[in-house]
C-alpha cells in the first residue's frame, strides 16, 4: 500500500509539474497575441482541407499499427493484429492523459504485456518502434535541411547534433551489453535490474532481425511525411502561404518537441516551438498558434477510437 501511495503521488506530481509549465507557457503565448485573430484563423479553416487531414491522420494511425505488428511478429509474440491494433489505439487514447510521449508508449506496453504476458517483448518493442521513430524523424529533418539550406550549407553544430543522435540511437541495440557494463552487480540481481537486463536481451535480439527494422523504418518515415502533409494542408487551409519545402524542416523539430515528458496533451511548449519556428517566414503569431492549435487537436482525434475501444471494454466487464 505504501509503495502505491507513493507511485500515485509521483505521478500526480508529475501531472502538476506539467500543468503549470502547459499553463505557463500558453499563458505567455496568449498575452502575446490577439486571441480573437488565433480563434477566426481556427474556426474558419477550410472544411474540405480538415477532412483530408483527418483522413491522412487515419492513415499514419493505420501505418503505425502495421509497423509494431512487424516488430511483434519478428520477435514471435503471440498476438493477432485486431488485439495489437486494439492495443495501440488504446494506449494512444490513454497516452493523452500521459507524459507526452512516454506516456503513450508506457500504456502499450503494460497493455501488451497483460495481454500476452512478456513483459520484456513488450517493452523491447515499443523501444525499438518509438527510436525508429525518433531516426525518422531525424531523417526527415536532414532532407529538409539539405533542400532548404544555402548553398554553403547548414551549421556544423546541427549535422554534429544530429549525429549524436543518430548514433545514441544506434547504440540502444546493444542496450544488453551496454546494461551489464554500467549497472553495477548489486543492481543487477535485484528483481528491478533483472527486468532491466531481460528488457535489454529483448532489444539487443533486433540487431540480427535487419531486414525489419528496414521496414519499420521506413513505415515511420511514411509516418513522418504524412504529419508534415498535414500540417502543410492545415497551413494551407486557414491561409498560409509558407513553402512545402520550410515545412520539412521546422516540423519535425515541432514532432520532436511533442515526445517531450512535459506537456499535457501536446499543448504548451510543442506550440511555442511552432510559433518561434514560423517566425522567420513572416507567418504572424496569431496565425502561427492557430496552426500549431489545429494539428494538436487533429493529433487528439486520431486517439478517438481509442477511446470508443476503452467505454467499449468498460461496458464488457461491466
Known amino acids: ?25 500558453l499563458a505567455y503565448l496568449l498575452s502575446q497575441i490577439d486571441v480573437a485573430t488565433t480563434m ?5 479553416i477550410n ?19 502495421v509497423r509494431w505488428v512487424w516488430l511483434l511478429r519478428a520477435s514471435g509474440v503471440p498476438i493477432a493484429t485486431s488485439q495489437a491494433a486494439s492495443i495501440f489505439l488504446v494506449s494512444s487514447f490513454v497516452g493523452s492523459f500521459l507524459p507526452a510521449g512516454v506516456g503513450g508508449d508506457m500504456a502499450r506496453a503494460y497493455g501488451l504485456s497483460r495481454a500476452v504476458g512478456t513483459g520484456s517483448e513488450a517493452v523491447a518493442s515499443v523501444a525499438v518502434d518509438r527510436l525508429l521513430g525518433i531516426l525518422s524523424l531525424l531523417i526527415m529533418g536532414a532532407i529538409g535541411l539539405a533542400l532548404w539550406a544555402p548553398a554553403g550549407g547548414t551549421d ?10 543518430v548514433v545514441a540511437c544506434a547504440a540502444t541495440f546493444w542496450a544488453d551489453r551496454i546494461g551489464r557494463v554500467i549497472l553495477p552487480r548489486a543492481i543487477q540481481r535485484t528483481r528491478l535490474g533483472g ?10 535480439r533486433y540487431r540480427g532481425r535487419g531486414t525489419v527494422l528496414m521496414r519499420v523504418l521506413a513505415g515511420s518515415i511514411a509516418v513522418q511525411l504524412l504529419r508534415i502533409v498535414q500540417a502543410y494542408l492545415l497551413g494551407l487551409g486557414i491561409g498560409l ?25 501536446g499543448f504548451g511548449l510543442p506550440q511555442g516551438v511552432f510559433v ?33 475501444l476503452w467505454l467499449h471494454k468498460r461496458r464488457e466487464i461491466l
Open 1 to 25: 500500500m505504501a509503495t502505491d501511495a507513493r507511485g500515485w503521488s509521483r505521478l500526480a506530481g508529475s501531472l502538476g509539474f506539467r500543468l503549470a509549465i502547459t499553463i505557463a507557457i
Open 40 to 44: 477566426r484563423a481556427v474556426l474558419t
Open 47 to 65: 472544411p474540405l482541407h480538415l477532412v483530408a487531414v483527418l483522413a491522412l491522420v487515419a492513415v499514419d494511425r493505420a501505418v503505425m499499427i
Open 156 to 165: 556544423w553544430w546541427i549535422t554534429v547534433a544530429i549525429a549524436l543522435v
Open 195 to 204: 527486468k532491466l537486463l531481460d528488457a535489454g536481451d529483448a532489444v539487443g
Open 241 to 265: 502561404l509558407v513553402p512545402f519545402r520550410y515545412y520539412l524542416v521546422f516540423m519535425p523539430v515541432g514532432l520532436l518537441m511533442l515526445l517531450l515528458p512535459v506537456s499535457v496533451s
Open 276 to 308: 518561434w519556428l514560423l517566425r522567420p517566414m513572416g507567418v504572424a503569431d496569431e496565425q502561427a498558434f492557430a496552426l500549431s492549435t489545429l494539428i494538436v487537436l487533429t493529433g487528439l482525434a486520431g486517439n478517438l477510437p481509442g477511446l470508443w
